[in-house]
């Protein structure tokens, strides 16, 4: 079964406009990390953001947010006035802690910010 | 430039072979992971080492075998390669071993096997 679901697998946006990026996951271990990566067309790998299981707030970096609602076991990345720069494949990721310890990606969605 | 190297960037071998992929992590770091890929499998964790002993294993073939050294540094050893070994490696550090640290991610290598 798959663990991280994706389910755009593309989306066009314009820009100035909020984005959300859509992730379900499926675990029954109650300790778990939540993760979004950024792949531009370059193909280098960025970090944007982390959500714990236990974290009471949801996690934001900058112009990024992660919507975690823990009872629909969701994930959405929110990301605010978007920017040209932010055309890329995004992926979720899960960590389930403290089981096998192994993180899980979904499919990805790939973003067009259009100008 | 995030501060972790890896080398070869690209790779061309044949099938049947070995080869060795070495990441070195950011300075400070004591976490390496390793990541593939893929076209048909997108991507997948490896495995993950914290201060030179294995934290955590992923989906990683029993051809394929990785281990930091005591400078941090970490190889991943890749053999009797098939065609679908094809992929880019990703190596990534973190400071610590915890989920909740920022991982800083290598160029990667471009791995192709004919």
């Given at each position: 079964?798959?663990?991280i679901?994706?389910?755009?697998?593309?989306?066009?946006?314009?820009?100035?406009?909020?984005?959300?990026?859509?992730?379900?996951y499926?675990?029954?271990?109650?300790?778990?990390?939540?993760?979004?990566?950024k792949?531009?067309?370059?193909g280098?790998?960025?970090?944007?953001i982390?959500?714990?299981?236990?974290?009471?707030?949801?996690?934001?970096?900058?112009?990024?947010s992660?919507?975690?609602?823990?009872?629909?076991?969701?994930?959405?990345?929110?990301?605010?006035?978007?920017?040209?720069?932010?055309s890329?494949?995004?992926?979720?990721?899960?960590?389930?802690v403290?089981?096998?310890?192994?993180?899980?990606?979904?499919?990805?969605?790939?973003l067009?910010?259009?100008? | 430039?995030?501060?972790?190297?890896?080398?070869?960037?690209?790779?061309?071998?044949?099938?049947?072979?070995?080869?060795?992929?070495?990441?070195?992590?950011?300075?400070?770091?004591?976490?390496?992971?390793w990541?593939?890929?893929?076209?048909?499998?997108?991507?997948?964790?490896?495995i993950?080492?914290?201060?030179?002993?294995?934290?955590?294993?992923?989906?990683?073939?029993?051809?394929?075998?990785?281990?930091?050294?005591?400078d941090?540094?970490?190889?991943?050893n890749?053999?009797?390669?098939?065609?679908g070994?094809s992929?880019?490696?990703?190596?990534?550090?973190?400071?610590?071993?915890?989920?909740?640290?920022?991982?800083?991610?290598?160029?990667?290598?471009?791995?192709?096997?004919?």
């Amino acid at each position: 079964a798959q663990k991280i679901t994706q389910t755009q697998p593309g989306m066009f946006v314009q820009e100035k406009e909020a984005v959300t990026l859509d992730c379900t996951y499926d675990t029954s271990d109650p300790s778990y990390g939540l993760f979004w990566y950024k792949q531009p067309s370059s193909g280098e790998m960025i970090f944007l953001i982390y959500q714990g299981s236990y974290d009471q707030q949801n996690a934001t970096e900058g112009r990024y947010s992660l919507n975690f609602q823990k009872a629909r076991k969701s994930a959405n990345l929110v990301i605010s006035a978007s920017q040209l720069g932010d055309s890329a494949m995004y992926f979720c990721a899960m960590r389930e802690v403290g089981r096998d310890d192994k993180i899980i990606f979904g499919k990805g969605t790939r973003l067009h910010i259009l100008p | 430039d995030s501060g972790v190297t890896q080398t070869p960037k690209h790779l061309i071998t044949a099938t049947g072979q070995r080869v060795t992929l070495r990441c070195s992590p950011r300075s400070g770091d004591l976490s390496v992971y390793w990541y593939q890929q893929s076209l048909d499998q997108g991507l997948q964790f490896l495995i993950q080492y914290y201060n030179g002993e294995e934290r955590a294993k992923g989906n990683i073939l029993e051809r394929f075998s990785a281990q930091q050294f005591p400078d941090l540094h970490s190889e991943l050893n890749l053999s009797s390669l098939e065609l679908g070994d094809s992929a880019l490696y990703f190596c990534a550090s973190s400071v610590e071993g915890q989920s909740y640290n920022e991982q800083f991610f290598g160029p990667g290598t471009r791995l192709t096997v004919l």
